[in-house]
């Protein structure tokens, strides 16, 4: 059994990681602990703030508990905030705290992008136009060059994780380029984990989204890979381990 932490602000998603966990299939346990999220507001001033140290810390002891080998902060604009480097800091901070190997979604894109090779990509956004091109400015210091970026305007993550199909797919639409070899969906309080494989049916690339990333992450960082095709592409790529 290989026990996975996240650290999860709020309540919007978080039950894409029992669906997830059941579409791994395999001998792996996602252990989700909720943090404070302060200001639910896609906001400079309050994604600094939800991604505070103090607040990660409070959530860590809870994950010692359960087990975990990894842990990763399951929110990707409360660390894009940051910048790069603020972000490595973030990181670097959490590790220490819990004793074991951590990331960030944020992070957890980059390496998704490197992995599946998708050198360009396009950016669908629930985030304002603000906090969206943040996120492209991060994709950019590792390395990702992003074609277009579509944000949605949203300022609640509540609101966010009212979405359903519809409005999942036509944000993925409207952010999608001909040029772009992924298309990203950074918000992990969006629900897609039922979505990915039909959505890269539908716009004929790889889809990487908020909590597929962030579970690939820690995955990764255990130096575990699953074959789990209902998961993207992303969980497709060689070599196959699977128990």
Known sequence: MTALGFLYPGHSAEDDYP????LLGSDIRLDVVHTDIGTDAHRVDA???MGSAERLAAGVEELRMSGAESVVWACTSGSFVYGWEGAQ???????????MAASSTSFAFVHAAREIGAARVAVAATYPDDVADLFAQFLRAGGVEVLQVHGAGIIT???VGAWGEEEVFALARAADSPDAEAV???DTALHTATHITALEKELGKPVLTANQVTVWEALRLTDRRVNAPAM???FTREPIVQV
Not at 19 to 22: D, G, K, L, S
Not at 89 to 99: N, P
């Open 47 to 49: 994604l600094l703030e």
């Open 184 to 186: 990203l969906l950074p």
């Open 89 to 99: 800091e973030q990181v670097r901070t959490l590790a220490r705290t819990a004793g």
């Open 232 to 234: 993207g592409a992303l």
């Open 157 to 159: 993550a509540a609101e």
């Open 19 to 22: 669906r997830i966990e059941q």
